[in-house]
């Protein structure tokens, strides 16, 4: 989970934000603008992003790990070797654990739509 929180932590979520923005272009369009970040996004984001680290806490610690490693972009045959199984069981794991990630946030979202 250290790697997990450590690779979140590192991310910038207002260059995210403004990467999917599109763009308007001014009257020569040269010059593109990007609409300006609402408080309203921003709780959103955050919600959002506390909201999959407490469904990641739920995860069981090797699907966990599995995960984090994953995230970190490292492949399930360097996964297998750092944790001293197969590349197989790294992908079980991992497919058990975004199985489990997708319930739980799909649950989320028809209890908050409902």
Do not use: C
């Not at 979140?8 to 609409?35: C, H, M, W």
């Not at 590349?87 to 990630?101: I, T, Y």
């Amino acid at each position: 989970m250290r790697k997990l929180v450590h690779h979140l932590r590192g991310r910038n979520p207002t260059r995210a934000f403004y990467r999917d923005q599109k763009a308007t272009l001014t009257a020569d369009e040269s010059v593109p603008l990007i609409a300006a970040r609402t408080d309203e996004d921003h709780a959103d984001q955050v919600a959002e992003r506390d909201l999959v680290l407490a469904a990641l806490r739920t995860l069981p610690p090797r699907q966990r790990e599995v995960m984090a490693w994953t995230i970190d972009g490292f492949r399930p045959e360097q996964i297998a070797l750092e944790l001293r199984t197969t590349p197989e069981n790294v992908r079980k794991s991992l497919q058990r654990a975004r199985e489990r990630l997708k319930g739980m946030l799909e649950a989320h979202a028809q209890r908050r739509y409902q």
